[in-house]
């Protein structure tokens, strides 16, 4: 006998959800850490994490921006625990964003620099730039405002043009 009326367990539907997602997630893990392994490392963990508090979650509307911040979340503790240990991957991934004009130099210097930034700040250009998220979007993410977001968005981007000025001036 069918079961029309069949309702979705809990499982089933976080299980669609994090489907739905799941290549989002793996961008947004890999823009930190660089490293397929770690990446997927960081999606599992997050995912598990997610799981485990899903059942207290009322509202459905914002899943994808909880998931993110957990994934966010994951990858900084993630790198707190690695610090010291940095793998790269040899190969360019597809999902890098297109280049545009720059030399390899200038894309060199740029991700020297965001390598530079704290975990936290990079959240704002990895979101704003890898996610292609809006500003409001971002706000969902991070729990802030977007009014937050904004300036604190502009002020990494001061502090990343003011890195790669100072370090053109260094080179000379």
């Not at 030399?103 to 700040?121: F, G, I, T, W």
Request: glycine share 4%.
């Amino acid at each position: 006998m069918i079961r029309l009326n069949h309702r979705k367990t809990k499982e089933e539907q976080f299980s669609e959800k994090i489907t739905a997602i799941q290549n989002k997630l793996y961008r947004l893990a890999y823009c930190y850490v660089k490293n397929e392994q770690e990446a997927l490392d960081i999606v599992s963990e997050a995912v598990y994490k997610g799981f485990i508090a899903y059942g207290k979650m009322e509202s459905m509307t914002y899943f994808d921006s909880w998931m993110s911040r957990i994934v966010i979340n994951t990858a900084i503790d993630h790198i707190r625990r690695n610090q010291r240990v940095t793998y790269m991957e040899d190969h360019v991934q597809e999902f890098v964003a297109p280049e545009r004009g720059a030399s390899v130099e200038e894309k060199m210097d740029l991700y020297d620099a965001l390598d530079r930034l704290v975990p936290e700040d990079r959240a704002y250009i990895i979101l704003k730039f890898f996610g292609n998220m809006r500003f409001r979007e971002i706000a969902e993410v991070l729990s802030l405002s977007e009014n937050t977001v904004k300036s604190k968005f502009y002020r990494i981007i001061n502090k990343l043009k003011m890195d790669l000025i100072e370090g053109e001036v260094g080179d000379l």
